[in-house]
Nanobody
Framework: QVVPVESGGGSVQAGGSLTLSCTAPGRTSKSCGVDWYRQAPGEQREWVSSISDAGTTSYADSVKGRFTISIDKIRDTVALLMNSLKPEDTARYSC???????????WGQGTQVTVSP
């Protein structure tokens, strides 16, 4: 069973930074790819960023230039560095690890990010 675990959420003021981490021990760096999503109360889940097994990264327009996704193969962790945070970035952030022959999706429970004005 692949159970991704997120960490690093918290409360910051606008303009601040946070780094989120996602790990599925023994599987993160061997995955097909890892994605970050977020969901604010009353809103639909929104894709934020992805990193492929080849290291290719992609970002939603709303976070491009502010967020950076990376993989640490030693720690078997994918990090999402979030700079210049805005109140509209407030949401629960979840990672999805795509793993196995069929790149099956496995979701973590999420970590809350709150950005105050």
């Amino acid at each position: 069973q692949v159970v991704p675990v997120e960490s690093g959420g918290g409360s910051v003021q606008a303009g601040g930074s946070l780094t989120l981490s996602c790990t599925a021990p023994g599987r993160t760096s061997k995955s097909c790819g890892v994605d970050w999503y977020r969901q604010a109360p009353g809103e639909q889940r929104e894709w934020v960023s992805s990193i492929s097994d080849a290291g290719t990264t992609s970002y939603a327009d709303s976070v491009k230039g502010r967020f950076t996704i990376s993989i640490d193969k030693i720690r078997d962790t994918v990090a999402l560095l979030m700079n210049s945070l805005k109140p509209e970035d407030t949401a629960r952030y979840s990672c999805r690890v795509r793993y196995g022959v069929r790149c099956t999706s496995y979701w973590g429970q999420g970590t809350q990010v709150t950005v105050s004005p």
